[in-house]
């Protein structure tokens, strides 16, 4: 990592319907290294109550946000806005954004959305959070050392309890439990391995709610003839679980396995008050490490770990090869747009 | 009323079927049947050829722990004498034995029951009777593991020869299949990954990923590892929308020694253990299933069709992993 030495860029954010929009928020009013200048959210009351939070300026619309000469944006709109905000922000000329993932609803508005930054210069990047564990880090250092030999698979879950909102209206989300889930581990596999998926067979199911959209999936999914991987992307803790679900890898090698459980770090709670158990995380806050990275890009900079536009695209191919798997029931190729 | 039980093939599990025999009052071992005579004496009166076992020893059940090949063999031997048997899991190497031995066992009538242990083990009943009790509430997405080292310990090597064991997919997580099925009905789709079939890793690792679609709409996954040097491990998940079991061996053994003889010795690990009291070892609880359905004029839980049908499910991952295709099951 390269470090550009200039005054605090501006970062903006826009909107607010998502939970890891106001970890996203509290992490950047509380870095040194970027001036918070405002959000927007024209959508009801919410860009209001993040600015009081965060005790920064709520601008009435986002285009009056993007027009404030801001240095760089982060998109924690709902999915199926991330490209309309993303290519207003580059047509702004912003330096960089942040965008939540995925990185949109279909393959073409993310490949126009990294077309429209690549066009301007302006640098795209993917909100991809596990990329920022130190469990994972320390997990991908020792696979790139070979200390498991060669890689022959990757078992992988991101569970999760059901969240509620627009996450579960798939005309804002673009789909249910695959699409949400499956952009992370997709990522963190190609990451680690540095290989690109070429096939993706998936098995879907709706059997935890009983509505419209999937809330389980299973996916195998291959990179090249040497290496296949399953994910489990379903939503199914249940809503008393002790915490929100997991991202877990076994990795397999010809010299033996690493197994990481990325949020085990958490204490037990048993509450006579609340009635409940829960598991209090205490290991790194996740989201600190991807806005540092971020805000030196910004900066000009330069951040090997931060995920790109284009990252997003590969991790968007793979949950959209699961769909059009699940319809075949049947392997399919991933299409690279 | 006593039986004479003929112990076909003294390896690892011929051992552990003696001891569970050995507690067994109404049952006495008056035979096995293995070309090693040291091995065979430490469990019962060796024999080295069926005749003489059939004629000298005069068994009326047969208990087979041969390696996976030599299943059908004796089976239509012990069928053809007339006797009970018990056969160790998997239930043959290749469908069409399967099927055979079904056809045999349902047109002689002989009493049967395949080792299929699982069913014995408390953490795998205790889930069935939550599941059955409507504990999840509907099940709607199943995962199992089964993780081990390579195993060296069979006579001649053969578990290394995935042609005679079909490696860990048959062998092992045939376990998993045959409780998913009691637990979850049939399955319709079968879709899996794994090192079957790769020259590169034979007789030195396996690893298998399985994807079952159930009749009933449920999803399943279970993991087969002879890549695990660390010991042996076994998780378990059963999600429904009324609720989740979840069970890790690695969680639950009430007993861990860490002992300063070990080091430098055994490597000094902490060794974990998960003790049953007596009478309570699922080997004995299968094998005393078996007497108690023969006291009882009855067929033993662990029919020909359950073993069959678990194979069935274990064959169709290995064309899997060997075409890149789905099977699809009737």
Not at chain 1, 291 to 306: E, H, Q, R, W
Not at chain 2, 113 to 119: E, S, T
Not at chain 2, 150 to 160: R, S
Not at chain 2, 166 to 175: N, R
């Amino acid at each position: 990592m390269t470090t550009a030495t200039t005054t605090k860029p501006l970062i903006g954010m826009l909107t607010f319907p998502h939970i890891h929009a106001l970890s996203c928020a509290e992490v950047l009013a509380q870095d040194q290294n970027a001036t918070f200048a405002g959000v927007a959210d024209s959508f009801g009351g919410r860009g209001y109550s993040v600015a009081h939070l965060c005790r920064v300026r709520s601008f009435p619309t986002e285009r009056e946000l993007l027009e404030s000469g801001l240095d760089g944006v982060i998109v924690t709109s709902e999915t199926i806005h991330h490209r309309k905000f993303v290519q207003a922000a580059a047509e702004a000329g912003v330096k960089a954004i942040l965008c939540e993932s995925p990185l949109a609803t279909t393959l073409e508005d993310g490949r126009a959305m990294v077309d429209a930054c690549e066009k301007r210069g302006v640098r795209l990047a993917m909100a991809f959070p596990c990329r920022y564990s130190p469990a994972l880090l320390r997990l991908r250092e020792q696979v790139r050392s070979g200390a498991v030999g060669e890689v022959l698979a990757i078992r992988g879950t991101n569970h999760g309890v059901v969240p509620g909102g627009w996450f579960i209206d798939p005309s804002l989300s673009g789909g249910g439990a695959v699409l949400d889930r499956t952009v992370h581990v997709a990522d963190l596999n190609r990451w680690i391995l540095g290989k690109e998926a070429t096939e993706v067979y998936a098995e879907i199911g709706n059997g935890f709610n009983h509505k419209d959209w999937e809330d389980t999936g299973f996916l195998t999914i291959r990179y090249g003839a040497g290496v296949f991987a399953t994910l489990d992307t379903s939503w199914s803790r249940p809503k008393n679980y002790p915490t929100w679900g997991d991202v877990t890898l076994q990795v397999v090698g010809t010299g033996g396995v690493l197994d990481l459980d990325m949020y085990s770090q958490g204490l037990a709670h048993y509450s006579v008050r609340d009635s409940r158990i829960s598991w209090p995380h205490w290991g790194s806050n996740v989201y600190a490490g991807l806005i540092s990275d971020f805000l030196n890009v910004v900066a000009g900079g330069t951040s090997p770990n931060l995920a790109t536009g284009e990252d997003g695209l590969r991790a968007l191919d793979v949950a959209m090869a699961a769909y059009r798997s699940a319809g075949l029931q049947s392997p399919v190729s991933v299409n690279r747009v | 009323m006593s039986y004479r039980v003929a112990l076909i093939g003294a390896g690892t599990m011929g051992g552990v079927h003696a001891t569970q025999w050995s507690t067994i009052r109404e049952a006495d071992v008056v035979g096995v049947l293995d070309p090693r005579g040291e091995a065979s004496r430490a469990l019962g009166p060796h024999y080295s050829d069926w005749e003489s076992l059939l004629s000298q020893a005069k068994p009326d059940i047969v208990d087979i722990c041969v390696p996976t090949p030599f299943h059908r063999e004796y089976v239509e031997r012990a069928a053809a004498a007339g006797m009970a048997i018990f056969v160790e899991k998997p239930l043959a190497r290749t469908m069409a034995d399967c099927d055979a031995i079904v056809e045999l066992v349902t047109r002689t009538g002989v009493p049967f029951m395949a080792g299929h242990v699982l069913r014995y083990f408390p953490e795998y009943l205790s889930t069935k009777r939550l599941v059955d009790d409507g504990a999840v509430g509907t099940p709607a997405a199943v995962r199992t593991s089964r993780m081990a080292g390579f195993p060296h310990q069979g006579i001649d090597d053969w578990y290394a020869d995935p042609v005679k064991s079909g490696g860990v997919v048959l062998d092992m997580i045939i376990h998993d299949f045959d409780w998913l099925l009691w637990t979850f009905g049939p399955v319709s789709r079968v879709f899996a990954c794994g090192l079957y079939g790769n020259a590169k890793y034979v007789g030195e690792l396996d690893y298998a990923l399985v994807t079952l679609r159930f009749a009933s709409g449920a999803l399943g996954h279970v993991t087969g590892s002879w890549a695990h040097p660390g010991g042996f491990r076994t998780t378990l998940e059963v999600a429904g929308d009324g609720g989740l079991i979840e069970h890790d061996s690695a969680r639950t053994a009430p007993l861990t020694a860490s002992l300063r003889s070990n080091e430098g010795g055994a490597g000094g690990v902490a060794v974990p253990e998960s003790p049953m009291a007596m009478g309570e070892d699922p080997y004995f609880l299968e094998i005393q299933a078996f007497v108690k359905a023969l006291d009882a004029g009855e067929q033993p839980p662990v029919t020909v069709h359950d073993a069959r049908n678990a194979a069935r499910v274990a064959l169709a991952a290995l064309e899997s992993i060997e075409t890149g295709k789905v099977v699809s099951l009737s």
